[in-house]
């Protein structure tokens, strides 16, 4: 089993930034692909960006290429989610997911098998 918790959410306005952490604990975080993903209200949970076991490679949905940043601290267990030139469109509950199995490329969140509780980020214009 693998526990997650994020953190760092909150208000900002457009343009701001914020920084999302997700802690782990149970089994050997650096075995994991660790991902982003968000959901809005009405709308169905959507990737935002993966990263793979050693950090070395990433992967991100469009919209947030050039303004989001995800990497992960394994000594740390922790994976980030630098969040820069936010939009209002960027409203969402953020949720981080990890899975043994995956690639970084791949978006369905059914295929994750752990989540965290999410945290939400509110970007006011």
């Known amino acids: 089993q693998v526990q997650l918790v994020e953190s760092g959410g909150g208000l900002v306005q457009a343009g701001g930034s914020l920084r999302l952490s997700c802690t782990a604990s149970g089994r050997t975080f650096s075995n994991y692909i660790m991902a982003w993903f968000r959901q809005a209200p009405g709308k169905e949970r959507e990737f935002v960006a993966a990263i793979n076991k050693d950090g070395g490679s990433t992967y991100y949905t469009d919209s947030v290429k050039g303004r989001f940043t995800i990497s992960r601290d394994n000594a740390k267990r922790t994976v980030y989610l630098q969040m820069n030139s936010l939009k209002p469109e960027d409203t969402a509950d953020y949720y981080c997911?990890?899975?043994?199995?995956?690639?970084?490329?791949?978006?369905?969140?059914?295929?994750?098998?752990?989540w965290g509780q999410g945290t939400q980020v509110t970007v006011s214009s």
């Open positions: 997911a990890a899975d043994f199995y995956v690639q970084i490329s791949t978006t369905t969140p059914s295929r994750y098998k752990y």
